[in-house]
T-cell receptor, first 112, second 115 residues
Framework: GNSVTQMEGPVTLSEEAFLTINCTYT??????LFWYVQYPGEGLQLLLK?????DKGSNKGFEATYRKETTSFHLEKGSVQVSDSAVYFC???????????FGQGTRLTINP | GAGVSQSPSNKVTEKGKDVELRCDPI?????LYWYRQRLGQGLEFLIY????????KSGLPSDRFSAERTGESVSTLTIQRTQQEDSAVYLC?????????????FGSGTQLSVL
């Protein structure tokens, strides 16, 4: 079946640290891959996406590369800020299906 | 409205009672999704509506769960004879046609607590 596995949280970093949140997936065919973010008190919102192998999604300094050979879509940021504190969800859309399959979420806290 | 609106924001009910959750999608969004998020877990797909097509109900966990949507407007998720394991945040999302590769806009959710 289709599934997404995310790095266990919570993750706590200092401001300006390098961030990696690991995400691996299981899917048949060629899914689309996403990172969604939920800031405190807000609804989930799309952070970035990649729809085919080797694509790189980027937004707000975050990047993730669709790696089919390792079935991964790790989220990275070179220098995090306090405002990046949120819960991050990795997700996939199976090829030909009309739904998103989410990982369990990773809570990120950035300390000043 | 400006975003996806869900009501109520919080609902406390007794085991065995029925509950109805409401979702107002963004105007013009033909696709509408319901998800459930149990504490500490990921989002679990429940049901998907796209225009006037038959909904994808493959994620509904039991026949106690049902959802309706009239045209491209409001959707209601009904849970009959609630159980304690139904306690979760129920999230609604909408998007333009094109499936999940289009950006989904989520509501703030309804926190359901079954005592």
């Amino acid at each position: 079946g289709n599934s997404v596995t995310q790095m266990e949280g919570p993750v706590t970093l200092s401001e300006e640290a390098f961030l990696t949140i690991n995400c691996t997936y299981t899917a048949t065919g060629y899914p689309s891959l996403f990172w969604y973010v939920q800031y405190p008190g807000e609804g989930l919102q799309l952070l970035l996406k990649a729809t085919k192998a080797d694509d790189k999604g980027s937004n707000k300094g975050f990047e993730a590369t669709y790696r089919k050979e390792t079935t991964s879509f790790h989220l990275e940021k070179g220098s995090v800020q306090v405002s990046d504190s949120a819960v991050y969800f990795c997700a996939l859309s199976p090829q030909g299906a009309q739904k998103l399959v989410f990982g369990q979420g990773t809570r990120l806290t950035i300390n000043p | 409205g400006a975003g996806v609106s869900q009501s109520p924001s919080n609902k406390v009910t007794e085991k065995g009672k029925d509950v109805e959750l409401r979702c107002d999608p963004i105007s013009g969004h033909t696709a509408l999704y319901w998800y459930r998020q149990r504490l500490g877990q990921g989002l679990e797909f429940l049901i998907y509506f796209q225009g006037n097509s038959a909904p994808d109900k493959s994620g509904l966990p039991s026949d106690r769960f049902s959802a309706e949507r009239t045209g491209e407007s409001v959707s209601t998720l009904t849970i009959q004879r609630t159980q304690q394991e139904d306690s979760a945040v129920y999230l609604c999302a909408s998007s333009y046609p094109g499936g999940p590769s289009e950006k989904l806009f989520f509501g703030s959710g309804t926190q359901l607590s079954v005592l």
